[in-house]
């Protein structure tokens, strides 16, 4: 069973930023499809980024377009969320999910399509 592990949350102000980790068990990077999402406190969970498989695709949820980047480092099996100029409302606990090809949700990064998640870090944007 693949372990994923996610790190890097904590609090930050407005306009702050802050960079998640996620990392995995197993040598995953350069092929899964990989994706962000995060879920505030009674509100469904959503996409915020992922990379489509082990290429360079990748989609962002509009409301953080132009803030966030996702990358990965393939010799250390990690995949990175920078996130800058941080609003309130990207308050939340944010998931790393992980999932091999082939699958037809991965080319939307829908979460049905994804069966290795984290434990989840928390992100609170407050000043």
């Known amino acids: 069973q693949l372990q994923v592990v996610e790190s890097g949350g904590g609090v930050v102000q407005p306009g702050g930023s802050l960079r998640l980790s996620c990392t995995a068990s197993q040598r995953t990077t350069h092929y899964y499809s990989i994706a962000w999402f995060r879920q505030a406190p009674g509100r469904d969970r959503e996409l915020v980024a992922c990379?489509?498989?082990?290429?360079?695709?990748?989609l962002y949820a509009d409301s953080v377009k132009g803030r966030f980047t996702i990358s990965r480092d393939n010799a250390k099996n990690t995949v990175y969320l920078q996130m800058n100029s941080l609003k309130s409302e990207d308050t939340g606990v944010y998931y790393c999910?992980?999932?091999?090809?082939?699958?037809?949700?991965?080319?939307?990064?829908?979460?049905?399509?994804?069966?290795?998640w984290g434990q989840g870090t928390q992100v609170t944007v407050s000043s």
């Open positions: 990379f489509t498989s082990g290429d360079r695709n990748t």
């Open positions: 999910a992980q999932s091999p090809p082939p699958s037809i949700f991965h080319a939307q990064c829908d979460s049905r399509g994804y069966d290795s």
